[in-house]
């Protein structure tokens, strides 16, 4: 503890006595200051005792007085020291009655205490309590350390709590909640998520105090040794932290960086394990792929997986960044479920995932992307079906083409279910195959636009009939002769023969992707 007024009125050797302000004794003395101006508030920082001996004050002057020391509480000075038997016998009324009605500490200084015995005493008490606080907060970092090698980063979260006697939690990179402690704090915690991810907006090292969370004063602290934010530190305690839990928490953030860079380095060693594993899967290695996962990724390949291929959305020079939150979102998703997640970035605009079917990942693509438009979100996914890692080849071309669609479609996302499930039609609903199908019948087009018979509607429902010449004539209300004229017609303007069933295929493809365009 630092020196307060009380420990130096029992000091032995200084022999002070208190005179008035005795309910404050305990306010912590930050400097002793010698000074004889009848203001000497500008020249004082506050948590000072100041010492004087009323050479210049007008000490018996009542008015004077309760201005004096007003002005000294308002400046935040903790006590006055007066010395007796120089100027005064003893304190001047006026002095002790503006002190006392003030409740302002005032402390007697006999003769033959000299005011450099007290600076003296003041400066061995704050360099006593300097060196314990640094031999705590030594201690501190050793207790944490030992955490950390033993239990990790949730370690030395609950070891810090218990060492400031409040909370701490742990915050990844995405903002979400890693550990805390004790187990209460996890909901207080969730509460700062605004805080965390304004943080994170910030260079690190950062810092900020959140003063509105209940009861408690929360300090939060970025990690990361670069300028990007790689995760924070939250410390909830009843009061502003002293210097020992200052070194301590410190020392919680050099470790937790520490543990934050050292799983970086790591997490890039897996990535490259990663994509070594993901290319014997498409070039049909099993076997190799299982064995080389080994325990890390071993459990995503032992179920139904799906294969996720993520690009932005963005074109490219407006793509910078997009990578690292995507990751961060759904490497935090899989912590939280404790799933196996395989992420493997083939380029700076392709992300590779492989994660279990039904699992966390998954759902957080789905709820995150799939209500959102591409431009929103600003990202594209293609899912595909589930898969085991025999048919990882085929599960790659699934999400491929249903990133393609997605694309096309303007949206965030989209599962090879919806293709399967839905028509062919929407698939070709692009500007290539609308200009193929545009170009195959114009020439048809232009002939009816001449009034001279309706080739489209005759052809339309000819192949809708499947080629059954009194079917398609009853829909159209025509001869049938007159629905062989009209197919021979078709026949010399196309100069294609319609017993060709490509030609048909390709005829009832270019009508319905004219006439039935894929939703926007």
């Known amino acids: 503890m630092p020196p307060t007024l009380a420990s130096l009125a029992q000091h032995s050797a200084l022999k002070l006595s208190v005179r008035s302000g005795e309910d404050h004794l305990e306010r912590p003395v930050r400097w002793a200051h010698v000074s004889e101006l009848a203001d000497p508030v500008p020249y004082l920082e506050g948590g000072e005792l100041l010492l004087v001996t009323a050479i210049t004050l007008d000490a018996e002057d009542r008015d004077a007085m309760r201005r004096y020391v007003r002005r000294l509480v308002g400046a935040g000075v903790v006590g006055l020291g007066f010395a007796v038997g120089v100027h005064y016998e003893d304190v001047p009324d006026a002095l002790l009655d503006a002190a006392r009605e003030a409740d302002f500490p005032l402390l007697v200084v006999p003769r033959r205490t000299p005011f450099i015995a007290i600076s003296k005493a003041v400066s061995a008490a704050i360099a006593a309590d300097q060196y314990r606080a640094v031999t705590a907060g030594f201690e501190a970092q050793r207790e944490l350390t030992r955490a950390a090698l033993a239990d990790g980063p949730g370690g030395v979260v609950t070891r810090l709590a218990a060492y400031v006697d409040g909370w701490a939690a742990l915050y990844d990179a995405s903002g979400s909640v890693v550990a805390a402690s004790p187990d209460w704090a996890v909901r207080r915690a969730a509460r700062l998520t605004a805080g965390v991810k304004r943080l994170r907006e910030r260079s690190a090292p950062a810092s900020a105090v959140m003063g509105d969370t209940g009861d408690d004063r929360v300090e939060l602290q970025s990690l990361g040794s670069g300028r990007r934010v790689r995760g924070a530190l939250a410390v909830g305690t009843g009061a ?62 032992d179920a139904p997986f799906r294969l996720l291929i993520a690009e932005p959305a963005a074109v490219e020079e407006e793509t910078a960044g997009w990578l690292q939150p995507v990751v961060e979102t759904l490497e935090s998703a899989a912590s939280r479920a404790g799933e196996t997640v395989l992420l493997v970035p083939e380029s700076e605009r392709r992300l590779v995932v492989l994660a279990a079917d039904g699992g966390a990942v998954v759902r957080v693509c789905l709820d995150a992307y799939a209500p959102k438009e591409a431009e929103e979100a600003g990202i594209t996914v293609g899912l595909s079906a589930p898969a085991g890692p025999i048919a990882a080849a085929g599960a790659y071309r699934q999400a491929e083409q249903a990133l393609s669609v997605a694309r096309r479609r303007g949206r965030a996302l989209v599962e090879q279910e919806e293709l399967a499930a839905g028509s062919i039609v929407p698939l070709l609903a692009d500007d290539a195959v609308r200009a193929f199908a545009d170009g195959m019948l114009r020439a048809l087009y232009e002939h009816d636009a001449t009034g001279r018979g309706d080739l489209v509607a005759s052809l339309r429902a000819w192949l809708s009939r499947h080629g059954q010449w009194d079917a398609a004539a009853a829909d159209l209300g025509v001869h049938r002769h007159t629905l062989r004229y009209r197919m021979r017609r078709v026949e010399e303007i196309l100069g294609r023969s319609l017993d060709d069933p490509d030609v048909r295929m390709e005829l009832w493809l270019a009508l319905k992707t004219t006439t039935d365009p894929a939703p926007g």
């Open 240 to 301: 502003p932290l002293g210097t020992a839990e200052r070194y301590a928490v410190h020392s919680a953030v050099a470790l937790l960086t520490l543990s934050t860079e050292r799983s970086r380095s790591l997490q890039r060693a897996e990535q490259r394990l990663g994509t070594a594993v993901l290319r014997m899967l498409l070039s049909g290695q099993q076997d190799h792929a299982r064995a080389v996962a080994g325990d890390l990724y071993g459990a995503v390949l």
